[in-house]
């Protein structure tokens, strides 16, 4: 590995980071993070490199009753995509917005720019995304950023308020995790780099 070019940083923010792991949604209760917490997560977010500073990241946030009709919306788009989906795997779609006392909407506004592709847009969200985990990891919060198929369905993309050319990249369930929340084991950093020599 490269010796770092910078001095390192802060201990406890290393270590919030290598701790960081997601929580299965069923593993998160109440309290969800307030506003003020949530702010700073989204502050985090908004900190993710931005080629052109075109800030495409989103944030939705679903709570309360409103994850009911997140869950009927979530029905609906299977049965568009599966007619003959029995009621039981409906109730499945129906129920999963309920596993987490908020679940976040995270998206990518797409802009057509004649340097900055979307791909480029859709990672700055993506890194985004992670920032925000990983703000609220350090806060002591859970969260589980899963995906499905209705995220390409652009009638919950409407639903939800998202502009057409808006990108849906994944559903973040966010609480307060239990006491014996997982820790996996990470692999060695060396499996993942390696230094480049000309030929």
Not at 31 to 58: E, F, K, M, T
Not at 66 to 92: C, F, H, W
Request: proline fraction near 13%.
């Amino acid at each position: 590995m490269p010796d770092a070019p910078f001095p390192p940083a802060p201990p406890e923010a290393l270590r919030a980071l290598l701790a960081r792991a997601s929580v299965p949604p069923r593993q998160l209760h109440d309290p969800a993070p307030d506003a003020a917490a949530l702010s700073q997560a989204v502050a985090a977010a908004a900190c993710a490199p931005d080629h052109g500073g075109l800030r495409p990241w989103r944030f939705l946030g679903i709570r309360g009753q409103a994850r009911a009709a997140l869950g009927a919306l979530l029905a609906e788009s299977m049965l568009k995509r599966d007619p003959t989906a029995p009621e039981a795997r409906l109730d499945l779609e129906r129920a999963k917005p309920l596993r987490a006392p908020l679940v976040v909407a995270a998206g990518a506004a797409i802009r057509a720019h004649p340097k900055i592709p979307a791909w480029e847009q859709e990672a700055s969200a993506a890194a985004g995304i992670m920032n925000f985990l990983n703000a609220l990891d350090a806060m002591g919060f859970g969260c589980c950023w899963l995906s499905s198929p209705a995220l390409q369905d652009p009638e919950i993309k409407t639903a939800l308020g998202f502009a057409e050319t808006d990108r849906l990249l994944g559903w973040i369930y966010v609480g307060t995790p239990e006491a014996e929340r997982p820790r996996p084991q990470r692999p060695a950093p060396e499996g993942f780099w390696r230094d480049w020599q000309p030929a």
